[in-house]
C-alpha cells in the first residue's frame, strides 16, 4: 500500500528533523523543505498528500506560498492538496487570514505534537472523503450520461427499422426493382446500425478499462461528448457505399 505523503516546510532543522523522524516512524513518507522556493519546488516533484507549513520563512513566507498554491496557475493541479499551517501568531486575525487563503487547519506554536498527529488524520480524513464524494458525483455522472445516450441510440435504432418494416410488409415481391431498392436499404441501414453498436461497444471497453482515469482527470463535458459523438454517426455518417459481394 502506498504511503501518504507529507511535506515539512520550516527554516528551524529541529523542526524538520522532529517532524521527519517522528512522521516516518507513524509509517508516513515525508520529504522536507527549508525555504518558500523549496517548498513550491518540492511540492512539483513530491506531490504530497499533505503540507504542513511554517508561516515564517525565508524567501517566500508561508503566506505567500499558499496563496501560490490556491490561486496561481503554475499550481493548478496541486490546489487541493491541503495545508496545515504552523505559526507563532495567535491572533485571530492572522487565523482568519490564514483560511481565507485556503489553508485546512492552522496550529500555533508551541504545540503538542499529539494534537498536530490529531489534526493531521483529520484533515487527511477529510480529504480523503472529499475525493470519494467527488468520484461518487462523477460515476453518478457518467451513467446519467450514458443513459440519455442509450435513449438516444434506442430513438435512431427503432424509427429507421420500423420504417424498413413498414417497406417490407408493403412490397411487391413480383416488383424486382423494389425489391432490390429494399435489399440495398437493409444493408446500409444495417452498415449505420452495426458501427453504431461498434462505437458503443468501444466507448464501453475503454471506459472499463480506464475508470480511474476516466473519474480522476477527464472531465464530464469531455466524456459527454465522448459518448454521444459516436451516436450521432448514426444520423451523419456517409454509409451509402456498395457492400462488397
Known amino acids: 500500500m502506498e504511503k501518504t505523503r507529507i511535506l515539512i516546510a520550516d527554516d528551524e532543522p529541529v ?12 509509517g508516513f513518507d515525508v ?26 520563512m525565508p524567501g ?8 501560490l498554491l490556491k490561486t496561481s496557475d503554475e499550481y493548478a493541479e496541486y ?7 504552523l505559526s507563532a501568531m495567535d491572533s485571530v486575525k492572522d487565523k482568519v487570514e490564514g483560511f481565507e487563503l485556503g489553508v485546512e487547519d492552522y496550529i500555533t506554536e508551541p504545540f503538542n505534537f499529539s494534537e498536530v498527529l490529531a489534526r493531521i488524520r483529520a484533515v487527511l480524513k477529510t480529504r480523503e472523503l472529499s ?22 441510440f434506442t430513438v435512431h435504432l427503432k424509427k429507421p427499422m420500423q420504417e424498413l418494416a413498414n417497406e417490407c410488409s408493403e412490397l411487391d415481391l413480383n416488383d424486382a ?17 452495426i458501427a453504431a453498436v461498434d462505437a458503443l461497444e468501444d466507448e464501453i471497453n475503454e471506459f472499463e478499462e480506464n475508470s480511474d482515469s476516466f473519474f480522476s482527470g477527464q472531465s464530464m463535458k469531455d ?22 459481394v
Open 131 to 152: 475525493r470519494q464524494v467527488i468520484a461518487r458525483e462523477k460515476r453518478l455522472s457518467v451513467l446519467e450520461s450514458l443513459n440519455e445516450s442509450l435513449k438516444y
Open 15 to 26: 523542526n524538520l528533523e522532529f517532524f521527519d523522524v517522528t512522521l516516518s516512524r507513524l
Open 177 to 193: 426493382d423494389a425489391v432490390k431498392n429494399i435489399i440495398e436499404k437493409i444493408k446500409n441501414e444495417s452498415r449505420e446500425v
Open 79 to 85: 490546489r487541493d492538496i491541503p495545508i496545515i499551517m
Open 60 to 67: 517566500l513566507s508561508g503566506w505567500k506560498v499558499t496563496s
Open 223 to 244: 466524456l459527454e461528448e465522448k459518448f454521444s459523438r459516436h451516436f450521432r454517426a448514426l444520423g451523419e455518417e456517409d454509409f451509402n457505399k456498395e457492400a462488397p
Open 31 to 56: 520529504e522536507k523543505a527549508s525555504d518558500g522556493y523549496e517548498t513550491l519546488e518540492k511540492v512539483k516533484t513530491f506531490e504530497p498528500d499533505l503540507v504542513i507549513l511554517d508561516n515564517i
